[in-house]
């Protein structure tokens, strides 16, 4: 069972940054995908980026160049560096961890109970 916190999500002007944080358990926090989501109101939740157990990324194309996702193997941590926000950025956004088992390599996720960001003037 993976446990995830995340924070640093606050308000923030537009073209303003701000860096999220994800702490998780432990427990073979190196094996996991790690990910970012978000879900703005009225809307489905979104990847934003992910990064493998390995270190490659991937972005969504609205965030391509303005946002950097890394992780912190040895402090249990995954980080998403947010530049040049945008009001459409505002949203809840989840840590996810995913996890992929068995012989039919099912996948497990885990989330955060996510952190608010909102992008206003």
């Known amino acids: 069972q993976v446990q995830l916190v995340e924070s640093g999500g606050g308000l923030v002007q537009p073209g303003g940054s701000l860096r999220l944080s994800c702490a998780a358990s432990e427990s073979i926090f190196s094996t996991y995908v790690m990910g970012w989501y978000r879900q703005a109101p009225g809307k489905q939740r979104e990847l934003v980026a992910s990064i493998s157990s390995s270190g490659v990324t991937n972005y969504a194309d609205s965030v391509k160049s303005r946002f950097t996702i890394s992780r912190d193997n040895a402090n249990f941590t995954v980080y998403l560096q947010m530049n040049s926000l945008k009001p459409e950025d505002t949203a809840v956004y989840y840590c996810?961890?995913?996890?992929?088992?068995?012989?039919?390599?099912?996948?497990?996720?885990?989330w955060g109970q996510g952190t608010q960001v909102t992008v206003s003037s």
């Open positions: 996810n961890a995913r996890k992929f088992r068995g012989i039919y390599l099912r996948a497990l996720d885990y």
